[in-house]
């Protein structure tokens, strides 16, 4: 199977901040995401939420330099004010001609 | 502590593919999975579901032979009819004989 | 965007064990953890549970040497009587002090 890399971009923060994260992505260049509720505690100190949907988990699979101006994004506009995690990962797909 | 490298395979789907999936990637080696329902757009253009649990995602630890049957399975038999989406990522486990 | 590696703990087990796995966690050095609802099955014929909710995904973002303990833990506390499944996946950060 011929596969090719990618990256994938997972963001944990409040769900009040789910929409205008969805439409920060898109604009930066992902064209889709996957939602999951969550609940958690952040590194802060602070708590993320206590019942599941109080979190939001948003994943995209995006190419490394949309992977790079979103992080860019939520180091500008998002940690300084938010309760915003975010990670980045090397993933393989198959048919990465989806996700550029 | 001593870890081998296996593949985790998550697969995003419509919700109602959820068994055929999950039947699937059991015959061709998974020896377990974990789902959690989920919400998202693709990367197609088609909406995945606006709702939470319209749409599914299956995780599964596998060997890298297993991981290259399903993506095979998945690119044949799932990725020109469905909103499916995957991706592979190398982990590190403890008790990999589990997982084979 | 400069970024520094870390590791992603996720520990998938049935939800009565998430208070006691939080506690953990927490006490061998994660300062910040997501928790997710999930359902799946086992890799040693278990079932993990047959509705949403019944198993729990823990993610952790932690240093190295964190990581080590979990697993170090969980190998002696808990794989053995317990449906507990973890895998450890490298992942580049932002802000990678918060996580330490």
Redesign the interface.
């Known amino acids: ?1 011929q ?1 090719i890399s ?1 990256k ?1 971009v997972t963001i ?1 923060s409040e769900s009040v901040l789910t929409e205008q994260l ?1 439409e920060a992505i898109k604009r930066l260049g992902a ?15 602070m708590r ?1 939420g206590e019942h ?2 109080e ?1 939001v ?1 948003i994943e995209t ?1 995006v190419g490394p330099d949309v992977a ?1 101006r979103i ?2 994004l ?2 500008a506009d998002f ?1 300084p004010n938010y309760a915003v ?11 990465g001609g ?2 550029r």
Request: net charge negative; no cysteine; aromatic share 10%.
């Open positions: 199977m596969t990618l994938l944990v969805v064209t889709g995401y996957t939602l999951t509720e969550a609940t958690g505690e952040g590194s802060r100190g993320f599941p949907g979190n988990r699979l790079d992080l860019d939520l180091t940690f995690a975010a990670w980045v990962v090397d993933v393989q797909v198959v048919r989806k996700y």
